[in-house]
């Protein structure tokens, strides 16, 4: 693994065993030499589950196929392999999804559609699905409740931490908890830096209502973050409900008693998306946008993530420089209604910019050390609406070319 | 100015008179120390002009100028100032543009929207126009047909050298000929690398046949390249045509008489187009993206953009890397149709994937070769439509991110 980032979380959180899930990894020798790159996920029978995916319209494989099987509504195992993608690989790649599904569903002796498969790694490159399937038998064998850790690692490429995050909630009284893990370090590339997550809970959730409360919760978590713009062929975020928790029926995701459970769902989102921004491919500073008085939330969105994309903000933030004037073009060219008079901008909280000028005499120095430091914080108030979004990314930095410039050589 | 750009041109061209126009330039000491920083050019009566700017939103002062006095359709001198874009200065930047241009209809005895203006250089502080006002009277003594070099670079800023175009051709037998220069360098840092272009001809056109003309020759040329995907606040690209070359009227910009002039007046725009291009900011090598088989040409531009401003397309250029895989994932991400199994993807000529896979056993040493040279050309057949379109970018290095990473430090 690469030099840990320096935006890493401080210590790492241990997830506990989650009633009716078992966990392996493996090292099946599809890429990398002396680590696992093969993870396996047992899952109880009545497990629901969701999804959601890249809009990529040049997906791979292994997202095709969990899109068909995700209407079943049920799974009872995932397998999720490092160090290819196999994405790009046309029908060869699409037969050996099937291969590895066929055999993995009679193994554990259930339908083919409960399986779910994703692959991150080398694209383009055909998949040795034979090295998987013939390690399978060996893999489940390992199945166990705690090897949480084990699994997270298994499923990296170019990270530099292993993602993990655990809340616990209550519904209807009972005391139900919610495990994730992801992987992804550039927004994504698609070599080595796809971004998967799992989560799991013990919570009872028809299929349907897991999939409403992931779709909710992925707007300003996963699809609230960036790298470097790019999308994955890839990317998949799946969830998963065991209901061995025994917790009440519910009606819906809107259900009141979801309440709780929605807030610490979304929040493990958060943790795990943050997570993947601060082990951003060269990565040296964590920047959280927040855009206010946009014509709407939509609109806020566009011009958070047009701050957020812009080479120009992210080099002027590796190079810790205050330009608020970057800030405007990136709002200029967002598209959304916006007048240069009316814009208001703090870095660090410290107002800079109001009523389309510089505000005369500010206080330098706070906003200085502000730079400086590794959690950068701009507000950007429009001045036309109600409309706020919050967006997270990274800095542009001389590592990010290096890691990205010389990658397949 | 910097190190000269390893893409730059190897010989200068050299502008010759055009009836009907006198240009200047001049040091007012608005930022830089021993240079010229005041380009003048002064039109003949009945100079018709045509214009296209940014689409931003927060656009400065001078276009918001330029916009308006647009309405009227004649021009008779143009001011270009470097070293301060009068950029997000509210309505202090409103009033100085007001006081220059009233200054030098005064000086020139024309009315005010018969003056065009733009600014480029840092912004967010406010112009000093008095320096521009108080030169201008002595600039203007200096004006001679023959200037146009001297002219090309008062406007520069980042920019490591001046950027200049020359084409004859001619209307209903009568020769004309068509001068343009301009500067950029990002596409485009609103602080110093914002896009002004400015074309003269001495061919007879109406206001609007010139509108007309330059906004088609821009979609191909301006429109079609890409440094960085930012957008200045700033972007303006002026044409003026003086009518003194005596050519018989034209009806239309589509009359059968303007079809030479059209494919000269198209290829000059391109030309200075790919004159920015090539000194984009750190820019290492020059990319060419062919896009065909797109479901429209809109189509085929956006995936070409999506291509060319993609950055980790743009690092793996820059790495020399025929990292096919990634174009394939921008394809994907442009939102455009496309089928992953229907791609095909040449790099420098050679086919490298083909039916959404690679290419079993092509050629990798010419390939090879041709990511080591500076002109490096990509074509992208998405096999679904008839759609072309082409795009030009360079790649994303670490002098870019040195640049702009350390501008205003």
């Keep these: 693994m690469a030099t840990l980032s320096p935006l890493a979380p401080k210590t790492f959180v241990s997830l506990e065993p989650l009633a009716g899930i078992r966990l392996a990894s493996h090292a099946c020798g599809l890429r990398y030499q002396g680590r696992t790159d093969l993870m396996v996920a047992e899952l109880a029978p009545g497990t629901t589950v969701a999804g959601v995916f890249t809009r990529s319209l040049t997906a791979s494989a292994p997202v095709l196929w969990c899109r068909e099987a995700l209407k079943g509504g049920a799974a ?8 290819n993608a196999n994405a790009f690989t046309g029908s060869a790649g699409v037969a050996s999804v099937r ?8 193994i554990k002796g259930c339908k083919p559609d ?22 399978l038998g060996e893999a489940m064998a390992g199945l166990s409740a705690d090897k949480w850790r084990a699994a997270a690692e298994a499923i990296l490429t170019t990270d530099t931490y292993p993602k993990m995050a655990t809340r616990t909630a209550t519904i209807g009284g009972v005391k139900v908890r919610i495990n994730g893990f992801c992987k992804g370090s550039g927004m994504i590339a698609p070599d080595m830096a796809t971004m998967l997550a799992f989560v799991f809970t013990d919570a009872a959730l028809p299929a349907p209502v897991l999939q409403d409360l992931l779709a909710a919760g992925t707007a300003g978590s996963f699809n609230a973050i960036t790298v470097d713009s790019d999308t994955s062929t890839s990317d998949t975020l799946l969830a998963f409900a065991t209901g061995q928790a025994g917790n009440p029926v519910v009606s819906g995701a809107k259900d009141p008693a979801l309440r709780d459970f929605r807030k610490k769902f979304n929040d493990l989102l958060l943790d795990l998306a943050l997570q993947v921004v601060r082990d951003g491919e060269g990565a040296s500073k964590f920047l959280r946008i927040n855009v206010t008085g946009a014509a ?44 240069r008079d009316l814009l208001a901008i703090r870095i660090g909280g410290v107002e800079v910019a109001r009523d389309g000028q510089v505000v005369p005499g500010y206080d330098e120095e706070p906003v200085t ?4 430091g590794t959690d950068i914080v701009f507000d950007v108030d429009i001045g036309v609406g109600r409309g706020k979004a919050t967006v997270w990314t990274c800095d542009l930095t001389h590592a990010y070319i290096d890691i990205n410039g010389s990658y397949r050589t």
């Design 296 to 339: 709407s939330a939509r609109a806020a969105k566009a011009i958070a993530m047009a701050i957020a994309n812009s080479p120009l903000v992210k080099t002027a933030v590796a190079g810790e420089d205050a330009n608020w004037g970057r800030i405007v073009m990136a709002v200029g060219k967002s598209g959304e209604k916006a007048d």
């Design 114 to 135: 409960e399986i779910f498969i994703a692959s991150t790694g080398t694209i383009g490159v055909p998949l040795e699905d034979q090295k998987i399937t013939d390690a």
């Design 99 to 106: 291969r590895t599904v066929e055999a993995a569903a009679k």
């Design 76 to 83: 009872r195992l995932v397998l999720v392999n490092s160090g």
């Design 369 to 372: 050390a502000h730079m400086k």
